[in-house]
């Protein structure tokens, strides 16, 4: 069964940085797409960034080109989402996501199983 369970998540001051992770059970992780949305309070589950099953390709939501970095460690079954020069709009439950297909994909709809999420609250 694939289990994803995320970390890092906290209250940060605008311009501060986050380490989100997610730990994934199991031994699919090395052969999955994974990606990073999120969710604000009355708005839709938004996708953040993408990663490939290698970890050679990558991709961004507009509004965190530059500031997010997204990476995997295969060895360790681990997603991370690494954040900076946060913003008060990027307060939202991030989630960790993963695909069956080895490509990346920026469909929430297309992924095939979810963590819980983890809240990210930017103060200004």
């Known amino acids: 069964q694939v289990q994803l369970v995320e970390s890092g998540g906290g209250l940060v001051q605008a311009g501060g940085s986050l380490r989100l992770s997610c730990a994934a059970s199991?031994?699919?992780?090395?052969?999955?797409?994974m990606g990073w949305f999120r969710q604000a309070p009355g708005k839709e589950r938004e996708f953040v960034a993408g990663?490939?099953?290698?970890?050679?390709?990558?991709l961004y939501g507009d509004s965190v080109k530059g500031r997010f970095t997204i990476s995997r460690d295969n060895a360790k079954s681990t997603l991370y989402l690494q954040m900076n020069s946060l913003k008060p709009e990027d307060t939202a439950v991030y989630y960790c996501?993963?695909?069956?297909?080895?490509?990346?994909?920026?469909?929430?709809?297309?992924?095939?199983?979810w963590g819980q999420g983890t809240q990210v609250t930017v103060s200004s």
């Open positions: 990663i490939s099953w290698s970890g050679g390709n990558t």
């Open positions: 199991g031994r699919f992780f090395p052969s999955y797409a």
């Open positions: 996501a993963a695909d069956r297909g080895s490509w990346i994909t920026n469909k929430a709809y297309e992924y095939d199983y």
